[in-house]
C-alpha cells in the first residue's frame, strides 16, 4: 500500500467540535498531524466541505482551525470508524504547540488562511437517478455520505463519480 501522508501522526483522543452548513456538531478527533485530523463522528460531510474546528487541549486551553473534508467514512462494519479526514487549511499557535509535544521539530508557524476564491458556491442539492426505478432524488449535499435511499422504491442511491 502506498503511503500519501506527508506528516507523521500523532494519536491522541480529544474532545472536539466542527461547523459545517451553520450548525454545530460535538465529536473526537484522533490521528494529528501538521496538515490534518481525523474527527470520528456519524455527522461527516462530503468531501470538499469547509468547516471551522474547535479542539479542546489537554491543558484547557482551545486551538481554533481552518479545514476541509478530504475524506468521509459511514459504515456499518464495526471495525471502521465513521468519520472524516480532515486536511488543516489555517492553524492557530496553541495547536502548533500541541503538536511540538509529541515532535520538537514540527514547523512552526502557523499556516495563513487561504485566499478567497472567486468561485461560484456549489447548489445545495444534486439530483441523482436512482438505479432500480430510474426515479430523480433530490438530495442535500451534505447528506451525500449518509447513505441516501430513492424516495420511490428504498434503494440506496450514490453520486457515481
Request: net charge positive.
Given at each position: ?7 507523521e501522526r500523532?494519536v ?17 478527533s484522533?490521528d494529528?498531524s501538521?496538515?490534518?485530523?481525523f474527527?470520528r ?5 462530503v468531501?470538499g ?6 479542539i479542546h487541549?489537554?491543558?484547557?486551553t482551545?486551538?481554533?482551525?481552518k479545514?476541509?473534508v ?5 459504515t ?5 470508524k465513521?468519520?472524516m ?7 492557530d499557535q496553541?495547536y502548533i504547540?500541541f503538536?511540538?509535544e509529541f515532535d520538537p521539530s514540527?514547523?512552526?508557524?502557523p ?12 447548489p ?7 438505479s432500480?426505478?430510474?426515479a430523480?432524488n433530490k438530495v442535500?449535499r451534505?447528506?451525500l455520505?449518509?447513505g441516501?435511499k430513492c424516495?420511490r ?9
Amino acid at each position: 500500500m502506498r503511503v500519501r501522508r506527508k506528516h507523521e501522526r500523532f494519536v491522541r483522543r480529544l474532545e472536539t467540535e466542527f461547523i459545517g452548513d451553520k450548525k454545530n456538531y460535538r465529536a473526537i478527533s484522533s490521528d494529528f498531524s501538521q496538515s490534518g485530523l481525523f474527527i470520528r463522528t456519524n455527522h461527516a460531510f462530503v468531501p470538499g466541505t469547509e468547516l471551522d474546528i474547535i479542539i479542546h487541549l489537554p491543558n484547557r486551553t482551545d486551538c481554533k482551525l481552518k479545514g476541509v473534508v478530504r475524506r468521509a467514512i459511514k459504515t456499518t462494519i464495526v471495525s471502521l470508524k465513521n468519520g472524516m479526514g480532515i486536511e488543516i487549511l489555517s492553524r492557530d499557535q496553541n495547536y502548533i504547540e500541541f503538536l511540538k509535544e509529541f515532535d520538537p521539530s514540527v514547523d512552526s508557524k502557523p499556516v495563513p488562511p487561504p485566499p478567497e476564491k472567486n468561485v461560484h458556491p456549489e447548489p445545495d442539492f444534486v439530483i441523482i437517478a436512482c438505479s432500480q426505478c430510474g426515479a430523480k432524488n433530490k438530495v442535500r449535499r451534505e447528506r451525500l455520505s449518509h447513505g441516501p435511499k430513492c424516495g420511490r422504491c428504498g434503494t440506496p442511491i450514490s453520486l457515481q463519480v
